[in-house]
DNA sequence: CTAATACCTG
DNA sequence: CAGGTATTAG
């Protein structure tokens, strides 16, 4: 069992197995998902991008959690308390963001300078000491180190499976579906299908492992905060009152939950073993007016810094992952998300288990992941680029609004996120929790809106200044009601759901008509992703998938006549029957699904199209149309061909903008 | 039973 | 396109 988690498996392995019914979920590969996220958006070299737990960079906390002074005060309550209910303080830390930089600097040149042993006098308690620090170091090894490093790289899933066995006795042999052989069919090899509900299984893995860094996130905290209390207290008696008041007080909201933080009345032992961690030299401390709470802040703030640089790598991580089944539920959520009461937040983090996901199963294509072939420009971006692959609308069409939009304010409710509850709860206390850097940027000039440095992420740049200049042209209706007060709406703004349409209007129908061009076979799930302001119910996914059904029927049908009329023209190989943008059967397909041409048809399609033809071709060549279901052959080859469609497409108001165009 | 599809019809 | 039906798969 053990050795078997520790199996590396290549990223593209990832892929989990899949089934092919030929009808429907043809869904693609996102092989890529999951590597080399963090590495360009981690600017800051202090921690390590290719590790997920705090493996790697745990140096000076796990020194701080071995160290014998600390480990004195450490009980196994503390560090398993998962019968304790303390909150997560959500302090924005008052220290400047050049304090923060200093903090960054030396504890960590210090961090594996060696330990000195328990202090002078306390020979008695040495053994008992070195007892108990051997066994805090293997709980926090067992906690904080993964088996293998590269699993994190690699693997997310792998990892997981690991971290769920430590934590808790799950039968292990849920664990791997056997593996289906893909159905090997002509053109595949180049897609492989994703099953919803394997994606749904390592979606709940990477939340069963977010619940358990979160755990440890806690734990750490409460080390911390005894920490603070016994020096606060050493503090205290020891200096009369002259003590400026600190820029911050973490202790302080604590005082009403942490009933099971003892106070440890050893003081100056104490004092030096703070100073040892944060590297501080006693002497060099009491020049300091300060005295020890300035290494008490500077420990606090290596130590934040450390666990929210680690937290942002988790969430990118598994953000990235969890990606392709995001967004569909992500608007609700997200909302509710924001919305939630602090109590309910500590209850959440306080709760020991994992939510149940929110979400059903819903795979869908993870943008960019497809071959070379695939259409990646976003329509948002849609920029005439002659050459390209990728759809876009042609200039043509009428420029200020046939620009697929307003993903503007959309973008923000895209946000990838599947429990994005817990999820942004560990963005939140990663981003604001910083007191002025970020292991990606600054979130002041973010300004700590969650989902604005997600869409950078996930998003293109590109498409980012698009949205600017959108939003600055679309003001967004706010209803007073959703109204917030201070800076904080103007984060919020961009998250209020837009009003839910409960019927498809006409713009729904020229929008899936362009996505055409993208996908033929689309599954429910991949719909209610892409038309986010439709209220869904059964009725309205019947009909969208009944659009398609029609889209493909016609689609069919002229392929079938060009086909046959080629047949007839004499065409003797089927390679020569190539659609281009010149040809018949296209101007009929375009005419139909892009009447006003306003829509630059990706050159994907086209690829499709000829393949469909010379499919059809061969078969009617070959006499196959006795058989009353010879297309379905071709069926299945042709949903194999489904490309990614742009994100664009997701943008709210896409839709009527694309009615008035 | 439900969902999705192809096929047919208007 | 929408409605209806038959079929198939889960």
């Given at each position: 069992?053990?050795?078997?988690?520790?199996?590396?498996?290549?990223?593209?392995?990832?892929?989990?197995?899949?089934?092919?019914?030929?009808?429907?979920?043809?869904?693609?590969?996102?092989?890529?998902?999951?590597?080399?996220?963090g590495q360009g958006l981690n600017s800051e070299p202090y921690f390590q991008t290719d590790s997920l737990l705090p493996s790697s960079n745990a140096s000076l906390i796990s020194q701080f959690l071995s160290h014998p002074m600390f480990g004195r005060s450490l009980d196994s309550t503390i560090l398993f308390p998962s019968s304790q209910a303390v909150a997560l303080p959500q302090d924005k830390c008052g220290a400047s963001p050049g304090e923060g930089a200093q903090a960054l600097a030396f504890p960590r040149t210090r961090a594996s300078a060696p330990m000195p042993c328990a202090s002078d006098g306390d020979q008695l308690s040495n053994q008992h000491l070195r007892a108990k620090r051997a066994r805090v170091e293997s709980i926090i090894q067992g906690i904080s180190l993964p088996p293998t490093p590269q699993a994190f790289d690699t693997s997310l899933e792998a990892a997981f499976r690991h971290e769920r066995e430590r934590g808790s006795e799950i039968p292990p042999e849920n664990k791997r579906k056997p593996r289906v052989p893909p159905q090997g069919l002509g053109v595949a090899g180049r897609v492989a299908p994703m099953g919803g509900s394997s994606h749904a299984?390592?979606?709940?893995?990477?939340?069963?492992?977010l619940c358990f860094l979160e755990q440890q996130l806690r734990r750490l905290q409460e080390k911390f905060y005894q920490v603070y209390d016994s020096a606060d207290a050493a503090q205290t008696q020891e200096d009369s009152e002259k003590v400026q008041p600190l820029p911050e007080r973490p202790r302080d909201r604590l005082d009403k939950d942490s009933a099971t933080v003892t106070r440890n009345p050893c003081k100056a032992p104490l004092r030096r073993s703070i100073l040892e961690v944060c590297g501080l030299e006693e002497d060099e401390d009491k020049c300091d007016a300060g005295g020890l709470p300035t290494a008490v802040r500077v420990l606090s703030q290596a130590l934040k810094h450390e666990l929210a640089g680690v937290t942002s790598q988790v969430v990118d991580s598994v953000l990235k992952t969890v990606w392709p089944k995001a967004a569909s539920h992500l608007q609700q959520q997200h909302n509710s998300c924001l919305v939630l009461r602090p109590d309910a937040r500590r209850e959440y983090f306080t709760g020991g288990k994992c939510r149940k996901?929110?979400?059903?199963?819903?795979?869908?294509?993870?943008?960019?992941?497809?071959?070379?072939?695939?259409?990646?420009?976003?329509?948002?971006?849609?920029?005439?680029?002659?050459?390209?692959?990728?759809?876009?609308?042609?200039?043509?069409?009428?420029?200020?609004?046939?620009?697929?939009?307003?993903?503007?304010?959309?973008?923000?409710?895209?946000?990838?996120?599947?429990?994005?509850q817990l999820l942004s709860q560990l963005l939140d206390y990663g981003q604001h929790s910083l007191w002025g850097t970020d292991s990606r940027g600054s979130p002041s000039a973010l300004e700590r809106c969650p989902p604005e440095p997600l869409s950078l992420h996930w998003g293109t740049v590109k498409l980012r200044s698009s949205v600017v200049r959108q939003q600055q042209h679309h003001p967004l209706p706010l209803s007073p009601a959703n109204m917030e007060t201070g800076g904080a709406a103007a984060c919020r703004f961009s998250l209020t759901p837009r009003q839910m349409q409960e019927a498809l209007t006409p713009g729904h129908l020229k929008k899936a008509k362009l996505m055409f061009f993208f996908t033929r076979y689309p599954s429910s799930t991949l719909l209610k992703t892409y038309f986010l302001d439709v209220q869904f119910s059964r009725c309205i996914t019947s009909q969208l998938i009944k659009w398609f059904s029609n889209f493909r029927e016609f689609y069919y049908i002229q392929v079938?006549?060009?086909?046959?009329?080629?047949?007839?023209?004499?065409?003797?190989?089927?390679?020569?029957?190539?659609?281009?943008?010149?040809?018949?059967?296209?101007?009929?397909?375009?005419?139909?699904?892009?009447?006003?041409?306003?829509?630059?048809?990706?050159?994907?399609?086209?690829?499709?199209?000829?393949?469909?033809?010379q499919e059809f071709f061969s078969a009617v060549r070959a006499g196959k149309d006795a058989d009353p279901s010879w297309k379905k052959p071709i069926y299945k080859i042709i949903s194999k061909l489904d490309s990614d469609i742009p994100e664009g497409f997701k943008a709210a108001g896409c839709s009527q903008e694309l009615l008035r165009s």
């Open positions: 069992m053990i050795p078997n988690q520790l199996k590396v498996s290549s990223p593209v392995s990832r892929q989990e197995e899949d089934k092919m019914d030929g009808r429907t979920g043809f869904e693609q590969d996102r092989g890529h998902a999951t590597s080399g996220h299984k390592g979606c709940q893995q990477l939340k069963e492992q996901p929110l979400a059903e199963p819903s795979p869908m294509n993870a943008p960019g992941s497809l071959g070379s072939a695939q259409a990646k420009v976003l329509p948002g971006t849609l920029e005439k680029s002659p050459g390209s692959h990728a759809g876009s609308f042609s200039s043509k069409g009428i420029r200020k609004s046939s620009q697929i939009p307003s993903m503007g304010y959309s973008l923000g409710p895209v946000t990838p996120v599947q429990d994005s079938e006549k060009f086909a046959r009329q080629a047949l007839l023209e004499g065409v003797a190989d089927a390679c020569t029957l190539q659609v281009s943008r010149d040809s018949e059967l296209f101007r009929a397909l375009n005419m139909h699904y892009n009447k006003g041409n306003d829509f630059e048809v990706p050159g994907r399609f086209l690829e499709v199209a000829s393949l469909t033809l």
